[in-house]
Structure formats: structure tokens, C-alpha cells
Nanobody, 125 residues
């Protein structure tokens, strides 16, 4: 079982950038595909991006394509989400989660029951 902790959120102005980190404990981290998700107030949790265990497969949700970049460093048990050109609609709590079966499953956040505390991202206009 791998435990994931999100960090790096904050308050940023429209057009700004943030880099989120998802840090794992456990020796099997490099076997997991990892996804980022977000939940805005009053809305359901939604998929943002996912990366396969080796970085060879990457998926993005349409609203973030061209602005967000997901990457991983298995030596440091970390997955990053670089967020550029931020918009007010990106405001949400951001979460990460993992799946041993691959990136495509991460597109459906309702599959997962266990979530961390997340990290708040607020984009001010």
C-alpha cells in the first residue's frame, strides 16, 4: 500500500504558476500510475492529469491541456503537477491518487475511496 501526500498549493494571481507535489511513502511507488484530481466548492471531484509508472503514458483533462504538465521522479517517490497560465476556474483542492492498473483507470475518480487531505489552490482575478 502506498500513502500519498499533496503539497505546494497556495494563492496566485490569474496567469501565474504553481508546482504541486505528490510524495509517496512505500517501496512500490514506482509501480503505480499516479493521477491528479481537483474538487471545487459545490462540485464533484474531477480528473486533471495522470502519468504511468514509467512516464511513458500521460493523460490530461481538456481544460488543462497546454497549461499543466505532469511529471514524476521515481527516485524521489514524487509526482509533480506544473500549473501555468492559471485561471480562476482552476481554484480547487487538488488531490493525488495511485493505481497499479494504469493511467486510464485514473480518469474515473469515483473508483477510489481513500483520499488524502489535498492542497488548496486559489487563483485570484
Amino acid at each position: 500500500q502506498v500513502q500519498l501526500v499533496e503539497s505546494g498549493g497556495g494563492l496566485v494571481q490569474v496567469g501565474g504558476s504553481l508546482r504541486l507535489s505528490c510524495t509517496a511513502s512505500g517501496r512500490t511507488f514506482s509501480s503505480y500510475a499516479v493521477g491528479w484530481f481537483r474538487q471545487a466548492p459545490g462540485k464533484e471531484r474531477e480528473f486533471v492529469a495522470a502519468i504511468s509508472w514509467d512516464g511513458g503514458s500521460i493523460l490530461y483533462a481538456d481544460p488543462v491541456k497546454g497549461r499543466f504538465t505532469i511529471s514524476r521522479d521515481n527516485a524521489r517517490n514524487t509526482v509533480h503537477l506544473q500549473m501555468n497560465s492559471l485561471k480562476p476556474e482552476d481554484t480547487a483542492v487538488y488531490y493525488c491518487n495511485g493505481d497499479l492498473q494504469g493511467t486510464w483507470r485514473l480518469k474515473t475518480p469515483t473508483r477510489y475511496d481513500d483520499w488524502g487531505q489535498g492542497t488548496q489552490v486559489t487563483v485570484s482575478s
